[in-house]
């Protein structure tokens, strides 16, 4: 009989909570980035305070819990299958 490998959808969700992170910095700091090109490089305090608000913290943990929940589901789906396969 197997079991849910949670370890594995862990490090999943860690992966995937991080590269969300990453997209929200880089999308909501565009502006900043394209302006210290050319030698204007904003505080890192404006960064963060730009990027990382309420809204976005929101979403990023919205899209986690979702990721987490769906590998999760899939996870037991696959081994429902071949618990009826044995």
Request: glycine residues 2%; charged residues 20%; hydrophobic residues 45%.
């Amino acid at each position: 009989m197997e079991k849910v490998n949670y370890k594995k959808i862990v490090i999943r969700t860690l992966l995937k909570f991080l590269l969300i992170v990453l997209i929200v910095f880089v999308a909501n700091s565009w502006p900043s980035i394209k302006q210290s090109y050319s030698g204007n490089v904003p505080p890192l305090d404006y960064w963060l305070d730009h990027s990382f608000k309420i809204s976005n913290i929101i979403l990023i943990f919205g899209f986690t819990a979702y990721f987490y929940y769906k590998d999760l589901t899939d996870q037991r789906e696959l081994v429902e299958k071949a618990n009826k396969q044995s």
